[in-house]
């Protein structure tokens, strides 16, 4: 643990945090939960907000050679999260890549299972939209998005790193997410049977594609 926040600080990737203190409940929930919805080693997997690879490293040893395909906008993580790869001795091939309009369709594959971690908690309506009309292009039929997010009151926005801008919205409650199970034709449920309740307290969801 000490060491992956030493790492965090000499890529000055900002400041430590909950993501680090929190690294193996977070990452432990993220991997057994995939599990439970059926996930195993030979799917493919899409990781939205990836960050420094801290599920990622649960999920790269655990998945097939290259089934692990991460996206985030920090671009110091991109560096970081090789540098932890290489702390935990993990070598197997993956891809993770700087994005921040929603360009799934460039990795040119179709996706069984996607975890977006505390993402949808910081995304204004319009992006979460957008999110659920691509992520109908690229998953596979019958396929998953397993996330988290916070109904609040009142939105209000905040800068990741002080560098990145983002919102936390409001009313994200399930005549929302219905609206969207809707206008898409998947399957939203909260709160999915068998899965543990998330570590920091979030609403935890499903999506089917």
């Known amino acids: 643990m000490f060491k992956i926040i030493d790492l965090h600080l000499e890529e000055e990737a900002g400041v430590p945090s909950n993501r680090e203190l929190m690294w193996e409940d977070l990452g432990e929930w993220q991997m057994d939960s995939l599990k439970k919805m059926g996930m195993d ?4 997997l899409l990781d939205i907000g990836c960050g420094p690879l801290r599920f990622g490293t649960y999920a790269i040893s655990y998945l097939d050679e290259g089934n692990y395909f991460g996206v985030e906008v920090w671009e110091p993580y991109l560096k970081l999260g090789r540098r932890i790869l290489e702390e935990f001795e993990i070598s197997k091939n993956y891809t993770m890549k700087i994005d921040r309009g929603f360009d799934y369709e460039s990795f040119g594959e179709k996706f069984d299972f996607a975890i977006a971690q505390s993402v949808v908690t910081h995304m204004s309506v ?6 659920l009309d691509v992520l109908k292009k690229v998953m596979k039929p019958d396929g998953i998005l397993l996330f988290t997010f916070i109904n609040n009151r009142f939105p209000y926005s905040v800068y990741y790193e002080m560098e990145e801008p983002m919102i936390t919205p409001c009313k994200l409650d399930n005549a929302f997410f219905q609206a969207l199970e809707k206008k898409y034709q998947v399957e939203y449920r909260k709160y999915p049977e068998g899965l543990e309740r998330h570590p920091t307290g979030q609403a935890v969801a499903t999506i089917k594609f």
């Open 41 to 44: 080693s030979k799917h493919k």
């Open 126 to 131: 319009r992006q979460i939209d957008e999110l």
